[in-house]
Every structure is written in structure tokens, then in C-alpha cells.
Nanobody, 114 residues
């Protein structure tokens, strides 16, 4: 069973920055990333990174968010810059492991408001 430990999130003004971090243990992780779910909307992919460092971003965050990972530590970070009110959501760490397949963390709230 994979365990995920998320940190970061909080309240920030529009144009500000936040950094989310997630550590995984309990499985060999192939892909790591972040999803988000805004109130009243479906959960959507924000960004994902493979073990080889190939990244994918949803269009709305390209140029503003950067995903990175440390394979040795099984950690993934999401640096979020130029935040907008529409980025407000619960952000979930995501992993795809050899044994556990897809798994999501408990989620951390990101609120962008003045």
C-alpha cells in the first residue's frame, strides 16, 4: 500500500506563488503528479512527470506551473507562480506505482484570493 504525504498549499493573493510537495513510500513509483478539484467541478489533471522526467501540463497552467521530482527520494513538487483565482481548488498528489497503480493523496487546499 502506497503512502503519500502532501505539504504546501494555503491562501495566496492573485499573482502570488505557492509550492506543493508530496512524498511517496510503499511502492515503486512510475509516474507522479498533481490533480485538482474545484468546488462543483470534476477532478482534473494539473501536471504529471514520468520517472524519466517527461512532463505533461494542462493548458491552463502551462508557463506558470512547474513540476519536478526526485526519484531517489520519491518526491514530487509543484511550483505554482502567477496564481489566479481560478486556480483555487483542492490539489491531490497522484502516483502510479508498479503494484498500487493509481493512487491519490488526501488533498491540500489552495485558495487564491485578495
Amino acid at each position: 500500500q502506497v503512502q503519500l504525504a502532501e505539504s504546501g498549499g494555503g491562501l495566496v493573493q492573485p499573482g502570488g506563488s505557492l509550492r506543493l510537495s508530496c512524498g511517496a513510500s510503499g511502492d515503486t513509483i512510475l509516474h507522479m503528479g498533481w490533480y485538482r478539484q474545484a468546488q462543483g467541478r470534476q477532478r482534473e489533471l494539473v501536471a504529471v512527470i514520468t520517472s524519466r522526467g517527461i512532463t505533461t501540463y494542462t493548458d491552463s497552467v502551462k508557463g506558470r506551473f512547474t513540476i519536478s521530482r526526485d526519484n531517489a527520494k520519491n518526491t514530487v513538487d509543484l511550483q505554482m507562480n502567477s496564481l489566479k483565482p481560478e486556480d483555487t481548488a483542492v490539489y491531490y498528489c497522484y502516483t502510479y506505482g508498479i503494484t498500487t497503480r493509481e493512487h491519490w493523496g488526501q488533498g491540500t487546499q489552495v485558495t487564491v484570493a485578495s
